[in-house]
């Protein structure tokens, strides 16, 4: 009887545990696909090979950018990037920014003399550095700078970049939610939201297109264009 007993327990347990070990291989088995898709869609973004520090250039482009477009980044459907020597001004005297302060020395160093703490530009450079970001043209901007920043130049053509500051200012908007998504044409579109602490809501949602060009210090892109969009 005693063995009888034994017996059933035996046949019992090792029904329960094939049981257990089916179960676990189903579950296994369901959780695969799963596991490679999440791989493959990783595999296909090519905005992946971006690295750590392209973001980060790529982010201080963009912030320039927009605070550089007040006033037109908020038209839904028109794009443009730098189309005015306004603009373009705009970019030059926000550059400085000091959010990236940390990353300033390493992309400017081949196009801005570092004198104590002011950062030095030429007019040669500027234009470079503007073409750079994205703009086609900027014959009108350093007579523009010069005439409406006198008190940044320090000689006829050098610009002292100032220190800009977005926190702490009465317009201070928060960059949220960026989206970095590269195209089969090797174009790269970041999407992102403008939030607003004062209105505690998202003001915007924007859009920049970019190019891949080798000698731009943002990241290697230059933008095409800027837009909100819904």
């Known amino acids: 009887m005693r063995k009888i007993f034994i017996v059933t327990v035996l046949i019992v347990c090792t029904s329960v545990l094939f049981s257990c070990g089916f179960i676990n291989r189903k579950k296994v088995i369901g959780q695969t696909p799963v596991f490679v898709k999440s791989q493959s869609e990783k595999r296909d973004n090519k905005a992946e090979e971006l690295s750590e520090s392209d973001l980060e250039k790529l982010k201080w482009l963009i912030q320039t950018l927009h605070v ?68 086609s043209t900027t014959t009108k901007t350093w007579r523009y700078l010069s005439q409406n920043y006198s008190y940044n130049m320090k000689s006829e053509d050098v610009f002292i970049l100032p220190m800009y500051r977005r926190e702490g200012s009465d317009y201070f908007i928060e960059f949220r939610d960026w989206k970095f998504r590269m195209g089969e044409d090797g174009k790269l579109t970041v999407k992102y939201k403008i939030y607003s602490p004062i209105f505690c809501r998202y003001i915007e949602y924007v859009e920049v297109r970019l190019h891949k060009n080798e000698k731009s210090i943002f990241g290697g892109y230059s933008a095409d264009y800027l837009m909100a969009v819904l």
Request: net charge negative.
């Open 68 to 135: 550089s477009h007040t006033g037109d980044s908020n038209i839904i459907g028109k794009g443009c990037v730098l189309d005015t020597k306004e603009k373009q001004v705009e970019f030059l005297y926000s550059l400085n920014e000091m959010e990236y302060e940390h990353i300033l020395k390493d992309s400017l160093g081949e196009y801005v003399v570092f004198e104590n703490d002011k950062k030095l530009i030429s007019r040669e450079n500027a234009e470079l550095i503007l073409k750079m970001a994205g703009a």
